[in-house]
T-cell receptor
């Protein structure tokens, strides 16, 4: 069965720290890797990564994919309390169907940023 | 305003009762999904639908049912057969970018059993 594993499951840091969240995947017919941020409601889309080694950046957040080693990282620099959330990683695959559907989600990393 | 709406925001269910969660999207997306989220479990797929009048079971479909009579709507019924329905339910719809799919989520419905 395809799977996505995120680590750590939870993380507590102080404002101003830099954090790295990890996501590894074992997915057949892999197409892309997606990151979402979830506060106390719906996950919101952050990044989609399809190519190895090309960093995607949005403000203090950046992410990169390694398709050889089957992992991705999400970096957050100069963290703020508003970054506190669950960060979800999902692997998209092309063989649509089956009970897992097309997006396989990890369990998420819960980030808490203390002032 | 384009988006995905879910209602109600909170729902209470009595033992033995069926309840229906609403999900509507006006994004013209073909595919729609229902997930259940429990603490520490991530998102687990209940049902999904790629096109109107067609849907597939996800990993945890038992005790749930869906319909897809219109492209915009994908309601989820939590039946009395679902023994542990207390959870946060998320609906999503998706768009393809190249060969990859991106899902966008509604605000969720929190279901509590009385």
């Amino acid at each position: 069965e395809d799977k996505v594993v995120q680590s750590p499951l939870s993380l507590v840091v102080h404002e101003g720290d830099t954090v790295t969240l990890n996501c590894s995947y074992e997915v057949t017919n892999f197409r892309s890797l997606l990151w979402y941020k979830q506060e106390k409601k719906a996950p919101t889309f952050l990044f989609m990564l399809t190519s190895s080694g090309i960093e995607k950046k949005s403000g203090r957040l950046s992410s990169i994919l390694d398709k050889k080693e089957l992992f991705s990282i999400l970096n957050i620099t100069a963290t703020q309390t508003g970054d506190s959330a669950i960060y979800l990683c999902a692997a998209s695959r092309s063989n649509y169907g089956g009970s897992q559907g097309n997006l396989i989600f990890g369990k998420g990393t819960k980030l808490s940023v203390k002032p | 305003d384009g988006g995905i709406t879910q209602s109600p925001k909170y729902l209470f269910r009595k033992e033995g009762q069926n309840v229906t969660l609403s999900c509507e999207q006006n994004l013209n997306h073909d595919a729609m999904y229902w997930y259940r989220q429990d603490p520490g479990q991530g998102l687990r797929l209940i049902y999904y639908s790629q096109i109107v009048n067609d849907f597939q079971k996800g990993d945890i479909a038992e005790g749930y049912s869906v319909s897809r009579e219109k492209k915009e709507s994908f309601p989820l019924t939590v039946t009395s057969a679902q023994k542990n329905p207390t959870a946060f339910y998320l609906c999503a719809s998706s768009i393809w970018r190249g060969s990859s799919e991106t899902q966008y989520f509604g605000p969720g419905t929190r279901l509590l059993v009385l």
